[in-house]
């Protein structure tokens, strides 16, 4: 007796791993828990991705837009697309038809959703990654983004490196200045880079990119120059405490004066500033997360002190474990208070309760509902991972208090592009 052949086709969603920077945005996104990686590719689980394109706009290098036709009785794996270099090619009317494929019935990929599928419960506490728009300011610049390939990046030179949190304590974060020389890399603030570190990875490859935020305004570190600033904190540990020497960082952080950096992007086009007078920025960020508040804040500065442009409010909130791991602590003191509201917190300050961003904004509800009522008002969030559920329930609570509808609101700033939410 003849068994019955599984005929059925799918449209495979699949990360292409020579673009793809491993920045984590597509899985902390993912609202079925569809995407997973390994130390190095990004990969989709055919059997658990519903097609709802939630991540296909917050993905910085568009690395994650892509699709196979494949029977489904076919689908690549886990385990051979983490051992891919490159994306296979589609498979040919021929081989289709040999699989029993019909291929004028194959499926498109899905249109994106209202809204994401619910997660399984218990997985998620608060959806987080909902709220964050994928659109830029109506008023944003345009943003260039990837310019150059990991296959084909462009060379920069290390025109300054300095520790920027204070000496003498375990904990490093450094200011670091590229030039690019006559090369074109225009970049705003809000967007990231991909640097290259040399050398080869466990298995023999080269290293992949890793992603930094520009830490400096869209007319350079040095006005007028094409060079731009990041920052970037020494790795030496991991989440659990352990002792861990991160590649990259490390590689940063001892550059020296005249080095060449390979370099690729740049990435993101919608962590965006706007540029119309008048509008607000409320910056929400820890550590390294400082570095597009720093851009955003010094190009305001800039706008500012030429006498050419009437800006909003300045609203920050910074956090970090001490004073001593905050980056920027002394130029940020030298800030006119008139130009930007600083609110800082620390959580590991001896003899003193913690105190994270989201008690900071808290302190400031009242302030901060106005804000978040002002149609001008644009909200930044960047830093680890954990931050985001927090800062976000404080947002929610100041609105409730404020008796505000945080639900409408929160819908508003998302597809206005004015709540923009980068955590790693």
Known sequence: MDMAVDTAVIQQHLIDPEICIRCNTCEATCPVGAITHDERNYVVKADVC???MACISPCPTGSIDNWRTMPRVRAYSIEEQLAWDELPAELTAEQLAAAGVDDTAVPAPAAPAAAAAEPEPGTVQFPTASYGASIPPWSAAHA????????KPTTATVVGNFNCTEAGFASET???VLDFGAMPFPVLEGQSIGIVPPGLDALGRPHQPRQYS????RNGERPGYNNLSLT????????QGQPVRGICSNYVCDLQVGDAVQVVGPFGSSFLMPNHPKSHLVMVCTGTGSAPMRAMTEWRRRLRNSGKFEGGKLMLFFGARTQQELPYFGPLQNLPKDFIDINLAFSRTPGQPKKYVQDALRERAADVAALLQDGASHFYVCGLKSMEQGVLLALRD???GAGLDWEGIAATLKREGRLHLETY
Do not use: F, M, Q, W
């Open 398 to 400: 100041i609105a409730t």
């Open 232 to 239: 970037v904190k020494r790795v030496t540990e991991d989440h």
């Open 174 to 176: 450094h200011h670091v």
């Open 214 to 217: 520009v830490a400096s305004p």
């Open 144 to 151: 260039y983004t990837n310019l150059y390939s990991p296959r």
């Open 50 to 52: 519903n097609g709802c």
